[in-house]
């Protein structure tokens, strides 16, 4: 039972309520006590129910500040808030490109201005307040995740590590606001579904078993249940099973001939790259690629017991000598991606000579390879060959397409897994957002969607549950909602960049990508929602494009549609309608505004395809004409559909209106 006096932690000093509406004060006080507060003149009482919770609510103000909240209690205890303001207060979430910072210390993770930006830092007027990752399994929680708090936007240390989408989403705001204070509350995860970010009552109503399931299983594990523990590592692994069935069928022939001869002195090498570790890249991808490299055995070591080393090799690994496999790591073994290799070498290799060392690096996820030292160590010698230096030999064996196979999924070996994910449904939900919802605000920005792509039919049931919930839980049906659509994007490796050209030979094609964008775009349908389209600012080979500035300021002009009386075009033109007209087909927009344009002069090429009865897309040539746009193909006589921007990088789809919003990826053949 609580028996203190306390208020919960989203007020501080600095903080901003949203002005309009009712301000809502809750916190903890001895049952049955009194507590009493004061804000701008205004006092209110509450007494603290028989669960020690206590809520007082002042009447909706006007803009402005700054003001001081002293909340006492009958006891005596007080707390003060100081230098607080009254105007629009937004909450941005999503994923790792909504966390993306103004500033930090990794260069393909920051803005490339970002010290200038932090640096010029100075509206007093904009209050931020970055919420730490937490996770909470068992329910929603009270108060925000520790070290968290409100401060104003006036240093580097204040704005450097908030959502660079986000401060510049509120700088745009507060230029549009004049002397309206602007408040902002940062709570996002870098790669995580939407399915966490949902409550279990909303899961509930919806009749989603599944999720519903498993967080009451997950819930049980707490309590040690062996029989939710067995279950859901079976299920874990059969998940993680099935998908390396199709990993591994990604080149089923060239795995073939890697398995029978890669490993084995001798093999001609012509093909192979040459180079150091770590700086060879064949596992940066997804995919598996084999590392090779000569040893010279010293004479003193023969007979002798031999182990090889590795510090860490990211995922798994099958390890060889002489072509005889010493070792190797698999997903059973926790944490499989950073754990140390110690293979014991058999005593009939340890004769003096050369030998090769070959290791078959499966990487599974993100960025892999083989990290660290790398050495080879003799019982009773005290000086180990270091094998990093020196030349390695590296060969990729496939690159796994996760636009196919789907990305990694949870990862088998861990019992308590699911209690720490950020993964697990309702999870951040709980942790991250609830504890928000006894501060009124005008609405949210959202910027998720890559790790759904898998199943965007899916994503269409859960994004409006999702905006369903949060309206729901603010008590607000009419709170905005604006969606940042999935940007271009190809492969994520910035380190190692495709080339620019890279889409030239490509065919059209059809991926969860594309997918998830037409579910994004259709909640639109919804009242009070926008949707940002950012198919122009990606970056193909770098899942986080740096120019948040122009994902910020289409936020908030469809916030200024919805919220701030804006009657102008905010977004690009939107497919209506089509027209066949013989071997042609013309389409007719809204939002086309002051006319089409496309960008550079000529519509780029492989921005429209086009299809017959067959369904079968080719690339198409397309002109404006007024209002609409003409989309042909000499190689498709009878045209039925059309498609825009439809694939993962469309390399220069550059249509836009005249005031300079992006065209929305579209394609006439999408179920109605």
């Known amino acids: 039972m609580k028996s203190h006096f306390s208020v919960r932690n989203v007020y501080g000093d600095h903080m901003v309520f949203q002005r309009g509406k009712p301000i809502r004060i809750v916190g903890t006080a001895p049952a049955r006590s009194s507590v009493t507060a004061t804000l701008a003149g205004k006092r209110f009482s509450a007494t603290a129910d028989a669960e020690a919770n206590w809520e007082l609510s002042f009447p909706a103000m006007q803009a402005g500040g700054p003001y001081e909240l002293v909340v006492s209690s009958q006891a005596g205890a007080s707390v003060t808030f100081r230098d607080i303001l009254i105007g629009e207060v937004w909450l941005c979430s999503g994923q790792s490109n909504m966390e993306f910072p103004v500033l930090g210390n990794n260069y393909f993770y920051a803005l490339r201005d970002g010290q200038e930006v932090a640096a010029e830092a100075h509206d007093d007027n904009l209050r931020l307040f970055h919420t730490q990752h937490a996770v909470s399994p068992d329910g929603p929680c009270e108060e925000a995740p520790a070290g968290c708090a409100w401060k104003t936007a006036t240093s580097p240390e204040a704005v450097g590590p908030f959502s660079a989408v986000g401060y510049w989403f509120g700088t745009f705001l507060r230029q549009k606001l004049g002397d309206v204070p602007v408040g902002l509350i940062h709570s996002s995860w870098g790669g995580s579904l939407i399915e966490p970010w949902i409550s279990e009552k909303a899961y509930e109503a919806a009749g989603r078993t599944k999720e519903c399931e498993t967080v009451e299983a997950v819930r049980r594990l707490a309590s040690g249940d062996e029989g939710v523990v067995t279950e859901l590592r079976r299920q874990e692994i059969l998940v993680f099973e099935n998908w390396l069935k199709k990993y591994f069928g990604s080149d089923p022939a060239t795995t073939a001939d890697a398995l029978a001869n890669w490993a084995k002195p001798g093999i001609d090498l012509s093909s192979w790259t040459q180079g150091p570790l770590p700086g060879l890249l064949g596992s940066k991808n997804v995919g598996v690629c084999w590392y090779r490299h000569e040893v010279e055995v010293p004479a003193a070591w023969a007979g002798r017991q031999m182990t090889l080393h590795v510090d860490a090799i990211n995922d798994c690994d099958e390890t060889f000598f002489d072509g ?27 004769v003096p000579g050369r030998h090769v060392i070959a290791v078959r690096v499966m990487n599974h996820f993100m960025e ?16 180990p060959i270091i094998l990093n230096e020196g030349s390695w030999a590296e060969k ?3 690159a796994a397409d996760i636009r196919k196979i789907g990305v990694r999924p949870t990862v088998p070996g861990n019992e308590l897994y699911p209690r720490e994910s950020q993964q697990t449904p309702t999870t951040l939900y709980n942790a991250m957002i609830h504890p928000f919802t006894v501060l009124n605000v005008r609405g949210f920005i959202w910027y998720q969607g890559c790790s759904n792509t898998g199943a965007p039919e899916d994503y269409a049931k859960l994004q409006p549950l999702m905006i ?9 049906p009419e709170a905005a909602f604006i969606i940042t659509q999935l940007s271009a994007f190809q492969r994520h490796s910035p380190e190692s960049r495709l080339p620019d050209d890279f889409w030239k030979d490509l065919e059209p094609e059809e991926f969860g990508y594309q997918k998830l964008r037409e579910v994004q775009d259709a909640m639109l349908a919804y009242p009070n929602t926008g949707v940002a389209v950012t198919i122009d600012i990606g970056d ?3 899942i986080h494009p740096h120019n948040k ?10 916030a200024e549609r919805i919220c701030y009386g804006n009657t102008g075009i905010t977004a690009g033109p939107r497919y209506h309608a089509k027209v066949i007209e013989g071997d042609h087909i013309r389409l007719s927009f809204t939002k086309v505004g002051g006319g089409h344009v496309a960008k550079g002069g000529a519509i780029g090429p492989h921005s429209f395809a086009i299809a017959g009865a067959d369904g079968k897309f080719v690339w198409a040539e397309a002109k404006i004409e007024g209002n609409a746009v003409v989309v042909w193909s000499p190689e498709v006589l009878h045209p039925t559909e059309v498609r825009y921007a439809w694939a993962m990088f469309p390399p220069q789809a550059n249509l836009y209106n005249a ?8 394609r006439t053949d999408a179920p109605r």
Not at 330 to 346: E, G, K, L, M, T
Not at 659 to 666: A, D, I, N, T
Request: hydrophobic fraction near 35%; charge should be negative.
């Open 468 to 476: 369903d919930c949060w309206r729901q839980a603010w008590g607000h």
């Open 324 to 350: 005889e496999k010493i070792g190797s790591t698999s997903y059973n073994v926790p944490q499989y991606w950073a754990a140390p290799r110690d293979y014991a070498i058999p005593g009939k290799f340890a």
């Open 396 to 398: 990729r064996e496939f």
């Open 540 to 542: 193909h080979s770098d």
């Open 659 to 666: 005031e300079g919003f992006p065209m929305y990826p579209f």
């Open 368 to 383: 892999g390879g083989i990290t660290g030292k790398v050495w080879l160590s003799s019982e009773e010698s005290a000086d």
């Open 549 to 558: 500035k122009d994902v910020a300021f289409r936020l908030a002009q469809e």
